[in-house]
């Protein structure tokens, strides 16, 4: 089942309403979509005032279409999902998908083919999560922009990470397993 609607609602808390920039109109956003983006996606030129008024269903679609079917979003574990969809949202799908790439040991080759979705799938979502987490943070803590915009982009991360584990399976008795083993370090070691 599609976790489309909830990642995209998490992402959309990020990027925010209509901005306009009126020095640079093609910078101008509604719902981090910018002009110049929207045009080159849709084929079309659009005004400044047809941009803020999108609907809610062309934004869905334009991101949708932009990001997570290019992604194969249904194709990875929810939380995972979210993760390279909000990172895709903030610095393209090629960096998206080479640090999930990354996280999981596999080819770096900026295409989510079968081969990553394979071995993301043959891990530990939780540390599949975490671990691009740190590689989405040290990617921001290098790029110029990081003194002015790195406090936001690391909340964003952080918010966007716990979003994502949230999303992963609750075991009834999970905490209670592991209060077991982490009480008796040595007893249950082979």
């Known amino acids: ?36 983006v929207y045009e080159a996606w849709a084929k079309k030129s659009i005004t400044e005032d047809q941009l803020e008024s999108l609907s809610k269903t062309e934004v869905a679609l334009f991101y949708k ?4 079917k290019v992604l194969q ?14 990172f895709a949202v903030s610095a393209g799908p090629y960096k998206a998908v080479i640090k999930l790439q990354q996280a999981v040991n596999c080819y770096l080759d ?21 671990k691009y987490k740190d590689l989405r943070l040290s990617f921001y803590r290098n790029i110029p ?18 979003i994502a584990i949230s999303y992963l399976p609750k075991y009834e008795h999970e905490d209670s397993i592991l209060s077991y083993f982490s009480d008796k370090p040595d007893e249950h070691t082979i």
Request: proline share 4%; aromatic share 8%.
């Open 73 to 86: 979003c249904d194709n990875l574990p929810h939380g995972v999902d979210l993760i390279v969809f909000d």
């Open 65 to 68: 279409e932009k990001y997570w």
């Open 1 to 36: 089942m599609s976790n489309f609607n909830k990642c995209l609602n998490a992402v959309l808390k990020h990027e925010g309403g209509f901005i306009k920039h009126p020095k640079q109109p093609d910078l101008s956003s509604n719902s981090g979509i910018t002009k110049k």
């Open 110 to 130: 900026g295409n989510m083919g079968p081969q990553t979705i394979e071995a993301v799938n043959s891990q530990n979502i939780r540390d599949v999560i975490n």
């Open 145 to 162: 922009g990081y003194d002015a915009f790195g406090a936001s982009w690391e909340d964003r991360t952080e918010d966007i990470t716990n």
